[in-house]
């Protein structure tokens, strides 16, 4: 039967983050939380495989307690079981620390009941890295497909899958065997409405909860700020730039305006660029 | 004597170089130039090395010695004609753990993404995503300068350095056009070392079976000279005809601000900013964008900045070197008629 995992993440809805104009410090308070987009769209994509195939979908999230809101959204949506991954002693984790934790735990799902595709979003919104992804198909030896857009095909007798992955200068149709990993954008599936009977579902589940005291046992070496190479040595905010000169085309004039703009382009000595006459 | 190696990835698709290689390699001569003092006076050697695999691609290895690299390893293979994760990081991990470099940059496009988090995690090493500045500094504790990356955070909002203290090589990834190309330089020498790989055809676990190349809206806005954008402020999609007209007539290419792709008035390949493309263009037009911290990473490094916008306390306004404050309706034919008319003008 097939068997699929989507790695989601919640995160902050970076589209609403602010900066408190005095501190100049992030404003957390009233950032609504959500799944990280891509994550979504991937675990459309496996919910939409498990019902052609008949099979089961298992997600994991990484972090503290709150996440577990969105891993009984992702029971909404179709995922059967879920797993929250959680111990303080996996804070402060970067990358490559993320990457080991969430290896071992798919490891020890796959080892239980094996599974045939690993879905993550392309990239959590927060960070961007898109890093976590191939780090995890690495250490669990398996063949990974990023930038996935459309799974044309799984064949489970053969153990293949055909994915569409989109890069900058075309499109990839892909075949690899499975079990293999991908990371998809938002084409890989719809985000469908949520079935009555999961919806209910969704509300009263309660995921497993996974810990250095077990299920299974981590690398202490490996985890948290020990395990993670990187550390941020500085923050800051971006140096202001200097600010141009303004005109203003309803007190001076459209004509003004225009004839200043030009006057500064030839002082920049992109004047010849802007009229198309670029060598 | 030791030798500090400082490596860039080559990318290359079908014999073809993204130039994110050449700007790597200048951002990598600036890196190795900074610890020069300290490694004169320890005795030690630095070299700026290229990597590059692929299937007969050695006339890319001699350009990158043009470009500045002092020695390139080239892994030349019939199974890597066409990128693919496994043997590209399974034949970078042997050579990198072959000759332990000390920084390693690879271009943040989607191939060295791809490729970046495996070779990363294959070294057991820390990896930096899309940095917007590198340099080599001193850093408390630490016996030898060491990469400072700082790269966006937050939508931009905030910019945090990276530093890795103890794991080799120390890698980032930057987007094209976040630094500048160098020179080519003709005249310059450098070595060639061939490399082989150890993974087979059927180690590959891939089979790309067709390539698809889009037929619609395959816009290279990352390398255009000039760039016309419109923002929320077009007040829907249609805006967007009258921007086409002007970038037109400046014989550039349409961009975009994130909320205009986000409600599907135009589609991602246009988008400027930290999560669409970073651009240096000569010429930046940007009408109808308020300038979100998001939008100005992407664009503030361009040449000359044009803002059109009604609100006079638009954020744009502190990146552009004129600011038009007025309608972009009424503003870019304006614009469009006067380049027209200069154009003339020359013919």
């Known amino acids: 039967m097939f068997h699929a995992l989507v790695a989601i993440k919640q995160v902050p809805d970076t589209t609403n983050i602010r900066i408190d104009p005095v501190t100049g410090n992030l404003v957390r308070e009233g950032v609504p939380a959500i799944m990280n987009p891509y994550d979504a769209h991937a675990l459309a994509a496996a919910v939409e495989w498990k019902r052609k195939l008949n099979g089961r979908v298992t997600v994991v999230s990484m972090g503290p307690n709150s996440f577990i809101t969105t891993i009984r959204e992702a029971i909404e949506l179709g995922a059967d079981r879920g797993i929250l991954v959680s111990d303080r002693k996996f804070a402060g984790a970067d990358t490559l620390a993320t990457s080991y934790v969430l290896a071992e735990v798919i490891r020890a799902i796959h080892e239980q009941d094996p599974l045939d595709l690993i879905f993550f979003g392309k990239q959590a919104i927060d960070g961007d890295t898109a890093q976590v992804g191939p780090g995890v198909a690495v250490r669990l030896d398996m063949p990974i497909v990023t930038y996935a857009v459309a799974i044309r095909a799984v064949d489970l007798d053969d153990a293949t899958v055909v994915v569409e992955r989109k890069t900058e200068r075309w499109t990839e149709v892909v075949e690899t065997p499975l079990p293999a990993l991908l990371t998809c954008e938002k084409d890989i599936a719809e985000i469908p409405f949520a079935p009555l009977p999961d919806l209910i579902r969704s509300l009263r589940y309660e995921p497993e909860v996974w810990t250095m005291d077990g299920p299974i046992t981590f690398d202490t070496e490996m985890i948290g700020v020990r395990g993670s190479p990187t550390i941020v040595y500085q923050m800051g905010t971006p140096p202001l730039p200097e600010p141009g000169e303004k005109i203003s085309a309803r007190e001076e004039g459209i004509e003004a305006a225009l004839a200043f703009t030009f006057k500064k382009a030839q002082e920049a000595g992109v004047l010849q660029t802007m009229i198309g006459g670029a060598q | ?347």
């Not at chain 2, 070779?119 to 001193?138: H, P, Q, R, V």
């Not at chain 2, 390398?223 to 007209?245: C, H, Q, W």
Request: net charge negative; aromatic share 6%.
């Open chain 2, 1 to 347: 004597m030791t030798t500090r190696r400082f490596w860039v990835f080559l990318e290359q698709e079908l014999g073809h170089v993204h130039p994110v290689s050449w700007e790597l390699l200048g951002v990598a001569r600036v890196l190795a130039s900074q610890v020069a003092e300290e490694a004169a006076a320890a005795g030690d050697e630095v070299v700026v090395e290229g990597v590059l695999l692929g299937h007969q691609v050695r006339a890319i290895a001699e350009m990158a010695i043009g470009y500045g690299a002092d020695r390139v390893y080239l892994m030349d293979d019939p199974v890597l004609e066409h990128y693919r994760n496994c043997p590209f990081y399974m034949g970078i991990e042997a050579i990198a753990t072959k000759y332990e470099p000390e920084v390693f940059l690879i271009g943040a496009t989607t191939l060295g993404r791809d490729l970046a988090g495996a070779i990363a995690t294959s070294l057991g090493t820390g990896l930096t995503a899309d940095c917007t500045k590198l340099e080599m500094g001193d850093v408390k504790g630490a016996s030898q300068k060491l990469l400072l990356a700082t790269r966006p955070a937050f939508g931009g909002n905030i910019m945090a350095t990276i530093v890795c203290r103890r794991h080799r090589p120390q890698m980032s990834s930057v987007r094209p056009r976040v630094f500048p190309a160098p020179a080519y330089d003709p005249e310059a020498r450098g070595e060639i070392v061939e490399e082989s790989l150890d993974v087979t055809e059927e180690g590959a676990r891939a089979c790309i079976l067709e390539f698809i190349h889009a037929k619609e809206d395959t816009v290279d806005i990352e390398y255009s000279d000039v760039i016309v954008s419109g923002g929320r402020g077009l007040g829907g999609p249609d805006g967007f005809a009258l921007i086409k007209e002007l970038a037109d007539a400046m014989g550039g290419v349409v961009g975009s601000s994130r909320p205009c792709v986000d409600a599907g008035w135009i589609s991602y390949a246009h988008q400027v900013g930290q999560s669409g493309k970073t651009v240096r263009p000569k010429v930046y037009v940007a009408a109808g964008i308020s300038g979100a911290l998001q939008h100005k990473v992407g664009m503030q490094n361009s040449d000359f900045i044009i803002a059109i916008n009604n609100d006079p306390n638009a954020p744009i306004f502190e990146v552009a070197d004129v600011g038009i404050i007025g309608d972009l309706y009424e503003v870019i034919p304006a614009m469009i008629k006067e380049i027209k008319a200069r154009k003339e003008a020359q013919a």
